[in-house]
T-cell receptor
């Protein structure tokens, strides 16, 4: 138990569906992140939020829309995804975004787009 | 651009020490060296990090070369539960001033009973 909880753990959605992934951290952290891990590829940083403000969008397509209503919650809204978007989506948090800060990951949400 | 180089895979016998190497020849003076590992079907977990001096914690030890261009993660007695992908990471500074983790391919450690 890392203190970062992701739901759902598994999601299957059609290409025309709209769904959301949820992340909650109970660590009192101020920074939250979304990463994507595709099969046999390194983890890719998608978004960074610092004190509820998005500070990084790593060239992510607009069909992925993040939302951070407060420092404890992070969402990833999914719309008109493609099969190649099937992957493990990982949420993470840290006290701050600077170097030296340990990052804690959730267990991930396995997404399958059909 | 992970800025680190690690072997793709390594193998170890159970109960024996494991030394996982990492080269980071372009490291700057203020870069911390971070190690994370990812067990099968789980998110990455923090192992250890250091700046200049060797570091020890309950999970592992980190030996940092004097010139800081390489480091070695040491698992003192490998167990089957240590089978994972181990990532050596230098934080990448973004224009915003953030330095999030940017993962490379890591080293896949297999532990043989």
């Amino acid at each position: 138990e890392t203190g970062v909880t992701q739901t759902p753990r598994h999601l299957v959605m059609g290409m025309t569906n709209k769904k959301s992934l949820k992340c909650e951290q109970h660590l009192g952290h101020n920074a939250m992140y979304w990463y994507k891990q595709s099969a046999k590829k390194p983890l890719e940083l998608m978004f960074v939020y610092n004190f509820k403000e998005q500070t990084e969008n790593n060239s992510v397509p607009s069909r992925f829309s993040p939302e951070c209503p407060n420092s404890s919650h992070l969402f990833l809204h999914l719309h008109t995804l493609q099969p190649e978007d099937s992957a493990l989506y990982l949420c993470a948090s840290s006290l701050r975004t600077g170097d030296g800060n340990t990052i804690y990951f959730g267990e991930g949400s396995w997404l399958t787009v059909v | 651009d992970a800025k680190t180089t690690q072997p793709n895979s390594m193998e170890s016998n159970e109960e024996e020490p494991v030394h996982l190497p990492c080269n980071h020849s372009t490291i700057s003076g203020t870069d911390y060296i971070h190690w994370y590992r990812q067990l099968p079907s789980q998110g990455p977990e923090y192992v250890i990090h250091g700046l200049t001096s060797n570091v020890n914690n309950r999970m592992a030890s980190l030996a940092i070369a004097e010139d800081r261009k390489s480091s070695t993660l040491i698992l003192h007695r490998a167990t089957l539960r240590d089978a994972a992908v181990y990532y050596c990471i230098l934080r990448v500074p973004f224009n915003s001033g953030n330095t999030p983790l940017v993962f490379g391919k890591g080293t896949r450690l297999s532990v043989i009973a």
